[in-house]
């Protein structure tokens, strides 16, 4: 099942800046490892926002909650869900 996830970042402003800067960083292994495993299948910037649009390939909502809610930053991310269905138009 395919979901189209926007997760915005909010940066608390008396966050610690070294403890950021970690999370950042496991933040970006966790994603490299899920891109691999074919579970986090696009991740896109979108332009001028600390945010990003992606696209995630899992069996279920149950199992997008589990990689969503464990990633490191997501205490501090606003996450929009939108379930996607094939289009009866799409040619592949
Ligand atoms: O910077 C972001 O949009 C949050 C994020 C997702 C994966 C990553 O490495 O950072």
């Not at 332009?47 to 969503?68: K, M, P, R, T, W």
Request: aromatic share 8%; with cysteine; charged share 25%.
């Amino acid at each position: 099942m395919l979901y189209c996830v926007r997760m915005d970042v909010r940066v608390p402003h008396d966050v610690d800046p070294d403890r950021f800067a970690a999370l950042k960083a496991a933040e970006k292994a966790r994603a490299e490892e899920l891109q691999r495993a074919g579970t986090w299948r696009h991740l896109w910037r979108i332009a001028g926002q600390y945010a990003n649009i992606s696209v995630f390939d899992v069996a279920s909502h149950d199992e997008l909650h589990e990689v969503l809610s464990t990633l490191p930053l997501f205490p501090f991310m606003e996450i929009e869900v939108t379930p996607l269905a094939r289009h009866p138009s799409a040619i592949d």
